[in-house]
């Protein structure tokens, strides 16, 4: 039997690397694990304790499709609280993951066909979702020069080799960590909107910043009238990567598609997850993600005090997120080969940049400082010691 064009997409090299790096722990070897966008220390306390609550008493049937009353009222809260925006819960929608809501927001924005425009680096799933729904992916070339970033000038090339209908954008951006500041945002949103293109804000990494703290953070929210729709997830600032929760924050037309869509594809998200991140949002719930934040912002400290010692030709400055990446090509090795043999000499997994940009990531590597300090700082050591071999 056959099986689908749409379904011929590469997978996640990311995974894969997991994969050989715990196979390797298995078989007895010191392996320590870079690779992964994981926070180490996961949910919250305050979290957890609501979870066992409800599975001790709690109600976990079905909610509505695109999530509880109660969850989106404090999602629409931490709206007001952090940016002064004033969002109507209603045009919340929780889901399954950010990946779900990318699913969604997709489905319900773009038609089979449609041109939608990416940075180049930047996060695979974007590409190979869009792709499995038979939209026609533009890659923006995003370099250095613009900080990683796509810009008005970039777009309006893009534009004008094919109609654009669709934006995805990040920030902080996987995986180099580089933001788009409120006037970046704005001009972009407005170039979006005089060109009748959507945008897609990817923001799971708010919160999670190191410059300006959250003055840096501009989220599309503002611009939900032009269109504008809002990614974000409990994954990252939350800690709560395997509880599969996500939102999206969409402008009105968006609204009713959206909840026919999440209804017959999910039902509903995970209750348990929902009902027990209410709980994120509790002064407690921000003061632990606060806690992991500094914690990130001293292992980013520890590894680009070794920049020098790793000897990487660029980096991107990690404003927000938790990864440096790198070119290595000064080793005379692919990115590919460069982290095949880390892992398999120095016991280390890092991420080869094509995971991210199949055209130039030969030259690039991710390094993911999410992992307890100690660990980034003795997985530098291995790396800086094991480069000095080659």
């Known amino acids: 039997m056959k099986t689908s064009r749409r379904s011929q997409v590469p997978p996640f090299a990311v995974m894969e690397i997991i994969a050989a790096a715990n196979a390797r722990r298995a078989a007895g070897h010191p392996v320590l694990n870079l690779c992964a966008g994981q926070p180490a220390a996961g949910a919250s306390p305050v979290v957890k304790e609501r979870a066992a609550q409800l599975l001790a008493t709690g109600d976990l049937g079905y909610t509505e499709a695109t999530g509880s009353p109660a969850l989106r009222q404090e999602i629409a809260g931490h709206y007001r609280r952090w940016y ?7 045009q919340v929608a929780v889901t399954t993951g950010s990946s779900g809501g990318f699913m969604l927001a997709f489905l319900a924005a773009f038609d089979v066909g449609d041109r939608v425009a990416l940075a180049r680096p930047g996060y695979p799933a974007y590409k190979n979702i869009l792709t499995a729904l038979g939209c026609e992916v533009v890659e923006v070339d995003c370099g250095p020069a613009t900080g990683h970033q ?11 080799a094919g109609p654009l209908s669709g934006l995805v954008l990040a920030s902080p951006a996987n995986p180099t960590g580089t933001m788009i500041g409120a006037d970046g945002l704005r001009d972009l949103s407005r170039w979006c909107a005089e060109h009748d293109v959507r945008l897609i804000s990817d923001e799971i990494y708010h919160g999670i910043t190191y410059t300006d703290a959250r003055s840096t953070q501009a989220t599309a929210a503002t611009h939900l009238p032009d269109g504008a729709v809002v990614v974000s997830s409990f994954s990252k600032y939350w800690g709560m990567t395997g509880w599969r929760l996500g939102w999206l924050v969409l402008p009105d037309e968006l609204v009713a598609p959206v909840d026919a869509l ?9 209750a348990l997850g929902q009902h027990a991140a209410v709980a994120a949002f509790t002064p407690a719930g921000y003061a632990a993600a606060e806690a992991e934040v500094a914690r990130y912002a001293e292992s980013r400290r520890l590894v680009l005090d070794r920049l020098d010692d790793l000897g990487w030709r660029r ?8 990864y440096l990446y790198g070119d290595v090509s000064a080793t005379g ?12 000499e120095a016991d280390v997994a890092l991420t080869p940049g094509t995971d991210f940009d199949a055209v130039d990531g030969h030259s690039w590597v991710r390094l993911s400082f999410a992992a307890p300090t100690p660990v980034v700082a ?7 010691a094991w480069q000095r071999t080659l």
């Open 378 to 384: 003795e997985a530098t050591d291995r790396i800086v």
């Open 315 to 322: 980096t991107a400055p990690p404003d927000g997120a938790f």
């Open 333 to 344: 090795l692919d990115s590919v080969t460069w982290c095949a043999r880390l892992l398999a």
């Open 262 to 270: 999440a209804g017959n594809v999910a039902l509903c998200p995970p």
């Open 150 to 160: 796509p810009t008005v000038e970039l777009l309006d090339a893009a534009h004008a």
């Open 84 to 90: 002064g925006v004033e969002v109507d819960p209603r």
